[in-house]
Structures are given as structure tokens and as C-alpha cells.
């Protein structure tokens, strides 16, 4: 797994250890306040294999011996928003460290959408998954660092991304500049709103990290990369560099996810992240992925 490092540039900046799971192209982090050493890991990957329906933690595992190298005190699990394209190891490592995990408010929104998809009223309650349901623009601290709550829909509904300083953790709104944007075709997703959320973006100050969601390489890459600064968005993204109108932006955007297929994982993935990071035991004392059929 490429790891790397993004060293703090001084006070009120953290430290970000980056790290990439091939299987799904999800960029995972290790956010670090360097007075305190307190720390957060952000949209951690829970292994899965679509064949067997079985779950493995060596994603999680990784994230927990950074913990350890890096010497830090672990002291949050956050998910920017239910991921479609891997299973989340938020409850794994909450169970195994006593870190809360924290996600955002309008999880209880995403949740009324799906459970219709999956015929299965009132499975849901994120409220009581998660230890906490963050607000736009609510602030906590980690550390000595301020961290602010960004409200940033599109990709789905409720995605949050984290400012920490000259960071943020923007999760699936930009991709690399090169890659341009993720795609805004899943229920409650919106074109439009991406729009929205990435010149929000585009407004922090101009040397900001950012930190993504998902790479994928491009014909000219192979090797992953996953952080870029606002300045080099705003000049050079493929999708919106230069300063593109909404509505070019748009049209390209939903162009092309006209032609996307959906993630591999993504019905075994949402009824699991909509809970934390777990199944719900039958009766039987297992757990099953509920499908559904000829609906997407």
C-alpha cells in the first residue's frame, strides 16, 4: 500500500500521512496535530470480497500500525459520507480502539433514500451508529487544531469535507487535477450541487491541501496521487480549471457519468456504511447483504 507523508507547514497545520488501497482506488488519512500528537483517521477501507460476501481488515490494520509508528493518540474515526465503492472500517476500529466515530447530520436523509431501495423500513438510524452527527459549519478541535465542518453535496446528499488549517479532506468532489471531478449520478447525487460544493472549495485561500477521495491514475499516470493545493484546482482541473461555467460544467459532468457503471461494491456497501460499518444480525445470529434486483 503507497503511503506518504504530508509534512505540517507550522502552527495550526497538521501533519497528513496519505495512504491508497488499491482495490478501490480510495485515499485514506492519517490527520495529526503536531503540538499534541492527537489524531484522526478519515474514510478508512474495510476489505471485501464481492465472491465470498467476506470482510478482512488489512486496510484497517495498515491504518492502525500508522497509529502506531507515528506515535500518536488516536482520538476520532471520521467518514466524510457513506461510501459507495468499499465497505468502511469505522465500527472495526472503533471497536478497537474506543475512538468515536463521527459522520454527517444529513446521514439520516441518505438513510430515508435507501431504505426504500432496499425495502427495508426503519433499518437505519445513524443516530445510533455514530457517536456523533456533525453539522455545516460546526467546528470541534483535534488537538490544538480548529477542524471546520464543510457541507459539500453532490456525490451524495450529505458528504462533509474537513478544513484542519491550511487542510481539508474533500473526500469525492475533486479528484486529482489531472482526473478532474467524481461523479454525481447516485440517488440524492446532483450535478449541479457538485457545482456548488467545488467552488466552495475553490474559495478557501489559495495554498489550502487537498486532500481527495479516489485515484484512479490516468493513461499518462500509473502511480497514485491524492493531494493538489486550491491554486492548482482552480488553474488546472480538467473538469473545472480555467473558471468553466455551471452549466458547461454540468452538461460534461453528466455526460460523463452517463456512461459509468456503478461501483462493484456499492449495493453491499451502502447498507453496511449507513450503519457504521456493520451488518445487523438475523435471527439466526448471521448477517446477510439484502440486494436489490433490476432496480439500478
Known amino acids: 500500500m503507497l503511503t506518504k507523508l504530508s509534512a505540517s507547514r507550522g502552527a495550526g497545520s497538521p501533519e497528513v500521512v496519505g495512504f491508497h488501497d488499491p482495490a478501490t482506488g480510495s485515499c485514506q488519512y492519517l490527520a495529526i496535530d503536531p503540538a499534541t500528537r492527537a489524531a484522526a483517521l478519515i474514510d478508512i477501507v474495510l476489505d471485501f470480497d ?4 467476506r470482510t478482512t481488515t488489512a486496510s484497517a490494520e495498515w491504518a492502525l500500525r500508522l497509529v502506531q509508528e507515528h506515535d500518536v493518540d488516536l482520538k476520532l474515526i471520521l467518514d ?19 475512538a468515536p466515530l463521527w459522520s454527517g447530520a ?12 432496499y425495502n427495508l423500513p426503519g433499518a437505519f438510524d445513524p443516530a445510533a451508529d455514530f457517536d456523533r452527527l456533525l453539522e455545516d459549519g460546526e467546528t470541534f478541535a483535534l488537538g490544538d487544531l480548529e477542524v471546520r465542518v464543510m457541507l459539500s453535496p453532490g456525490h451524495t446528499l450529505g458528504s462533509i469535507s474537513f478544513v484542519m488549517g491550511d487542510a481539508a479532506f474533500v473526500h469525492d468532489t475533486f479528484m486529482q487535477p489531472d482526473a478532474g471531478t467524481s461523479r454525481a449520478d447516485f440517488p440524492g447525487g446532483s450535478a449541479s450541487d457538485l457545482y456548488d460544493s467545488l467552488t466552495a472549495i475553490l474559495a478557501l485561500p489559495d495554498e489550502t491541501r487537498l486532500f481527495i477521495g479516489h485515484d484512479y491514475g490516468t493513461k499518462d499516470r500509473a502511480e497514485p496521487a491524492w493531494e493538489s493545493t486550491v491554486a492548482q484546482q482552480r488553474a488546472g482541473n480538467l473538469h473545472l480549471g480555467g ?26 456497501a451502502l447498507q453496511f456504511n449507513l450503519r457504521g460499518g456493520r451488518l445487523e444480525p438475523d435471527a439466526d445470529g448471521k448477517s446477510y447483504f439484502k440486494l436489490p434486483a433490476n432496480l439500478f
Do not use: V
Request: aromatic share 6%.
Open 50 to 53: 464481492t465472491a465470498s460476501c
Open 80 to 98: 466524510t459520507h457513506p461510501h459507495a465503492d468499499h465497505l468502511s472500517a469505522g465500527s472495526w476500529l472503533r471497536e478497537r480502539t474506543g
Open 106 to 117: 444529513k446521514l439520516r436523509q441518505i438513510a430515508d433514500l435507501w431504505e426504500g431501495f
Open 243 to 268: 473558471g468553466t461555467p455551471r452549466e458547461d460544467f454540468i452538461a460534461r459532468r453528466e455526460a460523463r457519468d452517463a456512461t459509468l457503471k456503478l461501483p462493484a461494491r456499492m449495493l453491499h
